[in-house]
């Protein structure tokens, strides 16, 4: 049973140019969620992913967007890249409504240049 | 709203010596709590969580933690510290609503095992 599996590993970008990151969550789960990881800090919500729907999005402005398919894989776009957006973006997978742990993935290390 | 509190940003032990990371919480609900280790370059992983049963909760690799209400708090503790649990470690606290999990990271602490 594979596990959350995120793609690109790496990603190098120049600012201004736009990104696409992917996310294939767990067998069985249908939410996804989104996660920044600065350098030396906690991840910080950017947004959830249920029923093809965006349900909650933490404080990113809109440059920020995502898109999630019929098969609950999910993609994160950023637009206008900037310097400040280099950082580790995790993906999580979990079930809707049930009280259990979230599953990340290993994340996409993106560098803003 | 919610917020984690971690209270130490390193904390550094001698190999087979007890590891003790502080969390605070504050939520406005009862919160489900939960610990995650991160190792460099690796993504997290989850050692323990807490979700309205027992206040003592057992984790993986010899890790532990104890819900207080009336502390807020959800320290992570192992008894003797092992070189490979050399990493960050992030408290987590999450309200369940109608569409899953919303996580809320601390900060994380630093475990650093000397030999």
Known sequence: ?113 | AQSVTQLDSHVSVSEGTPVLLRCNYSSSYSPSLFWYVQHPNKGLQLLLKYTSAATLVKGINGFEAEFKKSETSFHLTKPSAHMSDAAEYFCVVSDLDNYGQNFVFGPGTRLSVLP
């Open chain 1, 1 to 113: 049973d594979a596990g959350v599996t995120q793609s690109p590993t790496h990603l190098i970008k120049t600012r201004g140019q736009q990104v696409t990151l992917r996310c294939s969550p767990k067998s069985g789960h249908d939410t996804v969620s989104w996660y920044q990881q600065a350098l030396g800090q906690g991840p910080q919500f950017i947004f959830q992913y249920y029923e093809e729907e965006e349900r909650q999005r933490g404080n990113f402005p809109d440059r920020f967007s995502g898109h999630q398919f019929p098969n609950y894989s999910s993609e994160l776009n950023v637009n206008a890249l900037l310097l400040g957006d280099s950082a580790l973006y995790l993906c999580a997978s979990s079930l809707v409504g049930y009280s259990t742990e979230a599953f990340f993935g290993q994340g996409t290390r993106l560098t803003v240049v």
